[in-house]
């Protein structure tokens, strides 16, 4: 018969939550949470009581009363007899299109700079460096304020471009047209339109939502066509022809559908004392995208010059026995390595950009701070509600993006065995 030899088992006492290690950590982690949470309770009820001296109370009613301010530019409808909701609304959306553009602009020219910066030729590399030097250790609102500078003073005014002799001419076949007042760019437009539909965020072209649809599932049938190419190499080791496939599911249903809507090109023309028609990009959009681009692409260079050092050199030299050309050895070895390093240090970048776009306030432009943060608190009154309103939007912008970077960093990690 089998008996336990193991000692009686001590019992629970009080005294046990700080002397045994089993509940010590438990125990320290319920009282660091209870602190906290006094702490919060009487952090709000001293602010209410001291709101409620002043004659304020908390309330977040102000949203839906009239804003009465402009917005330009501004992603959806809006005017100034819009809500304070509504504006808050478009600021957030200039907010996220400035920084998505950024983020694009600074990853292109650090992912540049980092590779050219240990490029053989002693020139580039040298210019890299001083690229490199220069923008990461001038504060980005310098930054923005010089090219703010720069397209306000050093731009034609749009009188330049009248006349038999202009002086100024616009560029790439009379397309793009850059002044002092922001550049103006040709847009789709459409001679036959599907109509309106009604949204959460305002009434949307309907062209363009089914031009998206149908470039959606065409991405989703090559997926297919390539998948199903992959299945036929495995079960025969011989792999059919897909380019001709490729063209005619990625191209051939797109083409279709805008010459039947009447795709076209809306460019801009001097009218007036102005340019009409076509996209306008403001100074002020131009001057954050980008200072934030050139000032952050500056420590993506470094970032992606580290993680290119810290694959072993044995790579490169593999991919040279193999008669892989410079080029196609960092694009197809050593980047897709060096990503591994590359992408946790980058989602700290596009953290800092998101975060910086609040500097607009210097240039005039109108993102979430500008609005929510700046208009909405001095007409309104309710500083504690903006701004922890405020606080709130950009936590939640910074945990989705560190969200997303985080799915892509498991992705590309090297899986253990």
């Known amino acids: 018969m089998a008996t336990n030899s193991g000692a009686p088992r001590e019992p629970f006492h009080l005294r046990m939550l700080f002397n045994d290690a089993r509940y010590r950590a438990r125990t320290v982690q319920v009282i660091a949470f209870c602190i906290l949470v006094l702490a919060t ?3 709000v009820e001293n602010t209410i009581r001291n709101l409620a001296a002043l004659g304020k109370d908390f309330s977040f009613g102000f949203l839906w009363s009239k804003a009465g301010y402009d917005i330009a530019p501004h992603a959806i409808d ?3 007899t819009s809500t304070h909701a509504r504006a808050a609304l478009v600021g957030l959306l200039n907010t996220l299109i400035v920084a998505v553009t950024a983020c694009v602009t600074a990853t292109f020219l650090g992912v540049l700079a980092g590779v050219l910066r240990l490029s053989d030729n002693w020139i580039v590399a040298r210019l890299m460096t001083v690229y490199v030097e220069c923008f990461r250790n001038i504060p980005a609102l310098l930054w923005i304020i010089v090219v703010a ?12 471009f009248r ?3 202009p002086a100024a001419s616009m560029l790439f076949w009379d397309s793009i047209a850059v002044t002092n007042r922001g550049i103006y760019l040709p847009v789709p437009d459409f001679s036959r339109s599907l109509g309106q539909a009604p949204g959460a965020l305002g009434s949307f072209d309907l062209n363009y939502a089914v031009v998206l649809l149908v470039v959606i599932l065409s991405m989703l049938a090559h997926q297919r066509l390539l998948k199903h190419a992959q299945q036929v190499q495995s079960a025969t080791g011989e792999r059919p022809a897909t380019w001709w ?3 005619c599911v990625l191209i051939v249903p797109v083409v279709v559908l805008l010459y039947a809507i009447g795709f076209h090109l809306d460019y801009p023309a001097l009218k ?10 403001r100074n002020s959009f131009i001057a954050l995208w980008m200072g934030l681009s050139v000032y952050t692409g500056a420590f993506i260079a ?3 010059r580290s993680g290119i050092l810290a694959i072993s050199r044995g790579q490169t030299e593999a991919a040279h026995a193999l008669r892989l050309s410079s080029g196609r050895t960092m694009r197809l070895v050593i980047l897709p390595q060096a990503l591994r390093i590359i992408v946790p240090p980058l989602i700290s970048q596009y953290l800092n950009i998101t975060k910086n776009t609040s500097l607009g306030l210097a240039v005039g432009y109108m993102d979430l701070r500008s609005t929510l943060g700046g208009i909405t608190i001095n007409q309104t009154g309710r500083e504690l509600e903006g701004m922890l309103m405020m606080m709130l939007i950009y936590v939640a912008i910074s945990l989705t993006i560190s969200g997303a970077m985080n799915i892509y960093n498991n992705r590309v990690k090297l899986k253990e065995r």
Not at 149 to 160: I, L, R, Y
Not at 272 to 281: A, E, R, V, Y
């Open 272 to 281: 007036g004392l102005n340019f009409t028609g076509g996209l306008q990009l």
């Open 78 to 80: 809006y005017s100034s």
């Open 163 to 165: 006349g038999e002799n």
């Open 302 to 304: 470094e970032n992606v």
């Open 245 to 247: 496939k490729s063209l």
């Open 149 to 160: 500078a720069v397209m306000s003073e050093a731009m034609p005014t749009p009188n330049a």
């Open 41 to 43: 309770a009487w952090l």
